[in-house]
């Protein structure tokens, strides 16, 4: 049985990793929920480290549209990460009707539900698991990485997730997965802020809100309040969940 915390042994199973991963680990301390999420919080609204921080939200972004443009039955093609944060995911299939609604929908609300998921799954005690999913979740990303940023992006915040997991006691996963669901949970709002201003000084038929207009027939600022809407509803929905 590996010792949580300490290097991985040669004689450590499948089951034993396997069992670990399953197991249900203590809540932090109040107080460590509440640090980090102070500390997510920040990271969000101060510049260097959301410049930063922010790669994390363009992976869960376009990790959302490939998600659902699988589940809605088009053919994935690609995801390309870029080192200003931006992205694209391609994909094929029939350029109208509610798959290809509900694939562009939703990037921009992506982060802010994951986080609400991964609240839930915190609240369970499944916090290894949590981060575990998030390694796979990763790992299915790169094999559909099309550019080096992207794989480079994928594989750092892959291994120290994985780091994490692997060689640190409960306690300091506990901790790092707080801080992790926080931020993705908080930077849902920020992004689409950023989408309006963008909008406003420099427009661009591209733009997530700008292809739902065409898509729908509703204009582009519409798509940005929903945006809007949905993130700040998931994001005190999974504050309340945790403090009240």
Known sequence: MREVGR?????????????????????????????????ALATVLLGPPWRVAR????????????????????????IRLHSD??????????????GMIFTVFAGYV???????????????????????LSIV?????????????????IVVTGAVVFGVSWFTPHEVQGAFAYLFIWFLLFAGVRPVIELQSQRSRNPSPHSD??????????????WVMVFLLVNLAVTALGVWLLFF
């Open 137 to 153: 979740f990763l790992a299915a990303m790169l094999v559909m990485i099309r550019n080096f940023y992207g794989v480079l992006s």
């Open 85 to 98: 944060t931006s992205g694209v995911t391609v994909s094929r299939g029939r350029p109208t009707g509610i």
């Open 7 to 39: 290097p991985v042994v040669v004689g450590t199973s499948l089951g034993d990793v396997w069992q670990d991963v399953l197991s249900v680990q203590p809540d932090p301390e109040q107080w460590i929920i509440v640090t980090t999420a102070v500390v």
């Open 209 to 222: 809100a700008d292809q739902l207009a065409r898509l729908t027939g509703l204009p582009g600022t519409f």
């Open 110 to 132: 992506a982060s802010s539900v994951v986080g609400l998921l991964g609240i839930l799954m915190l609240m369970s005690g499944h916090i290894t698991a949590l981060l575990w």
């Open 55 to 78: 790669n994390v939200v363009t992976i869960a972004h376009e990790g959302g549209h490939a998600l659902v443009a699988l589940l809605s039955g088009r053919q994935l093609t690609g």
